[in-house]
C-alpha cells in the first residue's frame, strides 16, 4: 500500500507540474494604458496672438495628447497600439487658428525571446516598419512600493541621454538644432504579472510595468485582463518599408530639411506668421 501510496502521489505531481508549465506557457492578458503629457515645454507666439490665446491652445492641444492604448502582451511577445483618442476637436483659439496633432497609430511589437522591436510609424504621411533590436536599460530596483489598481507595484529608475529636435519658423528666419538632454524614467511594475513587458519600447523589469513616466510624459495603465476566454493574438506589424533606425533618421532630416525651405517664410497667406517650437525653453 506504502508503494502504491507514494506512485500515486509521485503521477498526482507529475500531472501538476506538467498543468503548471502548460498554464505558463498560454499565459497572456490585455493591459489598458492612458497617457499625459507635461505642456511645459512648448510655446506658440504669432502676430496678435494674446497670452489669453496661446493659454487656450495649450489647453486643447494638452487634451489632444491624452491617449488611449493597449498592450497584448504573453509571456514573450507583446503589441502596442492606440486604439482610442480623447483629442476631441482640434485646438482652436479667438481669431480662427487651429491646430492638431497628428496621431501615430502604428503598432509597436516586442520580442524578447528574439531581442526584435517592430515599429510602424510615418515620416510625413509615407509608412515605415523599422526593425532593430530592442533597447537594454540597466533598471536600478528600488524598496518603494505602491497599489495601481488592485496590483502592488514597485518602483524602479532608470536614466538615460537622448537627442531631441528643436524647430522653429519666424517670418525669414528658421531654425533647426540638435541638442542632448538627461532624462529621468521611473518605472512601477508588478511581479504578480510575470511578464517582462511594459508600454511603448519599455521592458526588461521582473513583472509588467503598471506605471512610467520620464518626466513630460507618463502611461498609466487603468485596466487588466488576464487569460481571456477569447484569447490573446499577438500580430507582427508588416505595414511600410522595412528600415533601420539610421535608415529612418537620415530619411527623417531630409524630409525635415525639406520641410523647413518650403515654409521657411513662415506665412499663413495674409501677411501673419507664426512660430511653434517645441523642446524649446
Given amino acids: ?7 500515486v502521489m509521485l503521477l498526482l505531481g507529475i500531472l501538476t507540474a506538467g498543468t503548471l508549465t ?7 492578458g490585455i493591459a489598458t494604458y492612458q497617457s499625459a503629457r507635461k505642456m511645459g515645454n512648448m510655446s506658440i507666439k504669432g502676430d ?8 487656450q ?5 494638452k487634451k489632444q495628447m491624452q491617449k488611449e492604448y ?5 509571456l514573450t511577445e507583446s503589441t502596442w497600439a492606440e486604439v482610442e483618442s480623447l483629442e476631441g476637436a482640434p485646438a482652436a483659439a479667438a481669431g480662427g487658428v487651429v491646430m492638431r496633432i497628428s496621431s501615430n497609430s502604428g503598432t509597436k511589437y516586442k520580442n524578447t525571446a528574439d ?10 504621411s509615407k509608412p515605415f516598419l523599422v526593425e532593430s533590436e530592442l533597447k537594454n536599460r540597466e533598471w536600478q ?9 488592485n496590483y502592488t507595484a514597485q518602483k524602479a529608475i532608470f536614466s538615460e541621454i537622448v537627442e531631441r529636435t528643436v524647430i522653429s519658423f519666424d517670418n525669414d528666419d528658421k531654425e533647426s538644432k540638435v541638442t542632448s538632454d538627461t532624462i529621468n524614467i521611473e518605472a512601477w511594475f508588478t511581479p504578480e504579472i510575470p511578464v517582462s513587458q511594459g508600454p511603448d519600447d519599455f521592458w526588461g523589469l521582473p513583472g509588467l510595468i503598471m506605471e512610467i513616466s520620464d518626466g513630460k510624459i507618463t502611461y498609466l495603465c487603468t485596466k487588466v485582463v488576464l487569460n481571456p476566454e477569447e484569447g490573446v493574438k499577438i500580430k507582427k506589424p508588416s505595414k511600410g518599408k522595412k528600415v533601420t533606425p539610421e535608415e529612418l533618421k537620415v530619411i527623417r532630416d531630409e524630409k525635415t530639411k525639406e520641410m523647413m525651405e518650403k515654409y521657411s517664410q513662415g506665412s499663413n497667406g495674409d501677411g501673419k ?7 524649446g525653453n
Avoid: R
Fill in 115 to 124: 531581442n526584435l522591436f517592430l515599429n510602424e510609424t510615418e515620416v510625413f
Fill in 70 to 74: 493597449e498592450l497584448k502582451f504573453n
Fill in 1 to 7: 500500500m506504502k508503494k502504491l501510496k507514494k506512485t
Fill in 141 to 149: 530596483l528600488t524598496n518603494e512600493t505602491k497599489k495601481i489598481g
Fill in 48 to 55: 496678435g496672438m494674446s497670452p489669453e490665446m496661446e493659454k
Fill in 57 to 61: 491652445l495649450q489647453e486643447s492641444l
Fill in 273 to 279: 506668421s507664426f512660430t511653434i517650437k517645441i523642446g
Fill in 22 to 28: 502548460l498554464n505558463a506557457q498560454n499565459f497572456q
